[in-house]
């Protein structure tokens, strides 16, 4: 007894575990996790970014999250990206679409079209969905491939002297993705997956399906990580973490009124992306409800962007308003810790 009342004393409690979770949002949600990591370990002293006990990074989050685990300061990396700095780590179009990408997936819309011409032409009897079934065969298995992304990864690693390896990591990096033949998620950096290297792992999770061609290691095919999931936050409650920080960049737009002009407007694109930031985000917050009730003792802290207007809202793999989105998140949560953000402000200062 006499042991328990002593481990209740300041002196002799453990510091509690602390675990970075980022979501995926594309090059845009990636640049807004720099943006407000920045702005965090900037304004809380408390926050510290690379001292963090345990990194998960999913989809976009996963590039961000192997800088971060490996030391790389976020207000260092905002700066890079932020003055677009000859330097290995100055995420470009390069990084993700290489000089032949856009013919590249030219062929494959065009290879998509005759696949779909080639079953319409003698089958009037069939409607278009059983004509689209029939085509997939012949179907591209997406419009551009990951090979640049992971170029990319492996030379920023080797240019700034950091490791592609997760055994040689200090401090534990995991990257969620899913298989896609077997219908699960494999989490790159723990058991037989920790020998995969780095700059692999976060092209298999970053392989948006239809986007991207699945990404293949070691003959199995894999996709985005935060397909059917949003953010993993339960990885870090299996590894013990006592306090989880979730950073969720992919939110949908709230319109308020016909004059801010509704989403199908913007057309098809813009369709399909609302779609799917409403499914991961209620993925994300049924998830971390689940995991308070089971948990109640481990801390959870979410940041994430409002549902308005904002370089966000936009062609999530796409560059132009790259630089405004990782400004957009420096910002914003610069004005969030000083008000709806107050407690978290609170906690790490």
């Not at 032409?121 to 090979?147: C, E, H, K, N, Y």
């Not at 870090?236 to 989880?244: K, T, Y």
């Not at 810790?337 to 107050?342: D, E, F, I």
Request: glycine content about 10%; some cysteine.
């Amino acid at each position: 007894m006499r042991g328990r009342v002593l481990d209740w004393l300041p002196w002799r409690r453990k510091p509690p575990l602390r675990a970075l979770v980022l979501a995926g949002g594309g090059v845009i949600g990636g640049m807004y996790e720099v943006g407000a990591l920045a702005a965090c370990d900037e304004l809380l002293p408390g926050f510290r970014c690379n001292a963090f006990d345990l990194y998960i990074g999913s989809s976009a989050g996963s590039v961000v999250a192997s800088f971060m685990a490996q030391g790389i300061r976020p207000h260092d990396l905002y700066q890079i990206l932020e003055e677009e700095r000859d330097d290995p780590l100055d995420f470009n179009r390069g990084s993700v679409y290489h000089k032949g990408s856009f013919g590249i997936a030219a062929r494959n819309l065009a290879y998509f079209l005759w696949a779909v011409g080639k079953r319409a032409v003698g089958g009037f009897t069939l409607d278009w969905p059983d004509i689209l079934a029939r085509s997939g065969r012949d179907m591209p298995a997406g419009f551009f491939t990951l090979a640049p992304l992971e170029d990319f990864m492996r030379r920023a690693f080797a240019g700034k002297g950091l490791s592609n390896n997760f055994h040689e990591l200090a401090r534990p990096l995991l990257i969620p993705a899913i298989d896609l033949d077997w219908a699960q998620r494999v989490v790159f950096g723990q058991g037989a997956f920790r020998d995969v290297p780095i700059s692999h792992a976060v092209a298999a999770s970053s392989a948006i399906p239809g986007f991207f061609e699945p990404y293949r290691i070691a003959g199995r095919d894999y996709v985005d990580g935060d397909v059917g999931h949003t953010g993993h936050a339960d990885l870090a409650v299996e590894h013990r973490a006592d306090l989880i920080v979730v950073v969720n960049p992919a939110v949908p737009l709230k319109v308020g009124s016909p004059e801010e002009g509704a989403v199908r407007e913007r057309g098809l694109y813009a369709i399909m992306e609302q779609a799917g930031h409403i499914t991961s985000f209620n993925l994300l917050e049924l998830g971390l409800r689940e995991l308070k009730l089971r948990h109640p003792l481990v801390e959870f802290h979410l940041i994430q962007p409002d549902p308005q207007p904002s370089p966000l809202i936009g062609p999530s793999m796409g560059f132009e308003a790259s630089r405004a989105a990782l400004r957009f998140g420096y910002t914003s949560v610069r004005d969030w810790l000083s008000g709806a953000g107050a407690a978290f402000a609170a906690r790490f200062r």
